[in-house]
């Protein structure tokens, strides 16, 4: 239930919610502080009174730009809505980027493959990789993909091979 009053300075009419009876309020026009009182129908003595005029003013609702809202000035925190002008802002943040002496660190890509690590049937590619990945840093590493690729053997035929393709910053 709201209540209804005005204020001693200005004469402005002003509603308000029953929850804030009692706290002190700025009036929205001259800022005169206002104790609100209970309804109407409550207030001893009182059932008449001044019909709301067009300058009523709701306390619960906001007021003119640049002054704090009713629930501001009597304490009470509810929802806010963000107001901006420009464009609309990210609400994802970035990380931070280290920054090495001759700028940001560069993306680079290495593509390993099987078949260039194999040294006379013994194959090293496990070796090979890991080493690089240990070199690299499992920081710096952005994305490991796996590759297919067909080469051609002495006799002419194509054989399936595979690879690692390693992109990381470096």
Known sequence: MDTSFSCPKCSLH??????????????????????????KKNRPGGSGGKSPAASTRNVSGAMRSGTKSASQAMGHKGLVVPQHQGPPESLLKKAGTVMHEDGPPKIRV?????????????????????????????????????????????????????????????
Do not use: W
Request: glycine share 8%.
């Open 110 to 170: 290495r593509c390993i493959k099987r078949s260039a690590c194999v040294d006379v049937d013994h194959d090293r590619f496990d070796e090979i990789v890991t080493d690089f990945l240990n070199r690299v840093g499992q920081a710096n590493i952005i994305n490991l993909s796996p590759i297919s690729y067909g080469v051609i053997d002495l006799s002419g035929q194509m054989v399936p091979d595979y690879g690692i393709m390693i992109i990381y910053k470096g």
């Open 14 to 39: 002003i509603t308000a919610d029953e929850s804030v009876v009692g706290e002190e309020v700025d009036c929205p026009d001259c800022g005169h502080k206002i104790r609100v009182p209970p309804p």
